[in-house]
């Protein structure tokens, strides 16, 4: 008998591996940008179409850098919680 996979909880697309893509972005704190930019890497080749994950994985990467080029301050802006 094969076990029905949780998809609103735990997706096979964000579990595939050892750890699962929320526990990985939550552990490492990253913000919305990188978080999502870890999540379309993650699943791509899981769900749906490769290359658009990865496509919308360089979205938000490409707009993160953009905002952290407008701020001067670009290390402190970088360092995530920990970090200096």
Do not use: C
Not at 28 to 53: F, M
């Amino acid at each position: 008998m094969t076990e029905t996979p949780d998809i609103i909880n735990h997706p096979p697309h964000y579990t595939y591996g050892r750890i699962e893509t929320i526990d990985y972005i939550e552990d490492k704190q990253l913000p919305y940008h990188l978080g999502n930019v870890v999540k379309y890497v993650s699943r791509a080749g899981h769900k749906g179409d490769a290359l658009e994950d990865l496509k919308k994985a360089k979205w938000y990467l490409d707009r993160y850098i953009g905002l952290q080029e407008k701020q001067s301050a670009w290390p402190e802006t970088m360092a995530l919680k920990g970090e200096k």
